[in-house]
């Protein structure tokens, strides 16, 4: 509708196209720190090197140097920025940290266990 949503201050803006909602997240970069936006309102700091969404889980993954984190679409911070390694299994997240243990989270944040599996996939029931 031609209403400006955000200054001209960022290097670039990628909107998340998710069709079940009006507004718009949109994932900004300047000088290679990246944040999160949800219309005008600044929901996630610009402090990280990669931001993805993904839309099975309605999640934002942060990277910062080699740790990735989640947050939720609120902007609240659901798993803090310290894990090597993590793997998205439909509504859980399983998550590897800096010694090699793995631990199993529900989108919301709960721990729903520490794994002593290889990988953890999401099934349809």
Known sequence: NGKNVLDEKFESI???????EEDAYL????????GVYKNSKKLIDQSYQS???ADSSKIFVVKRNTSYGIFNTNGKE????????YNLAGDYISVENVDGTKELYDV??????????????ASRK
């Open 108 to 121: 919301n944040g709960n721990k729903v266990s520490n794994l002593n599996y290889k990988s953890v996939q």
């Open 78 to 85: 659901i798993l803090p920025v310290k894990y090597k390694a």
């Open 51 to 53: 931001i993805n969404y």
């Open 14 to 20: 990628s909107r998340v196209l998710r069709y079940d």
């Open 27 to 34: 994932i900004v970069m300047t000088n290679g720190k990246k």
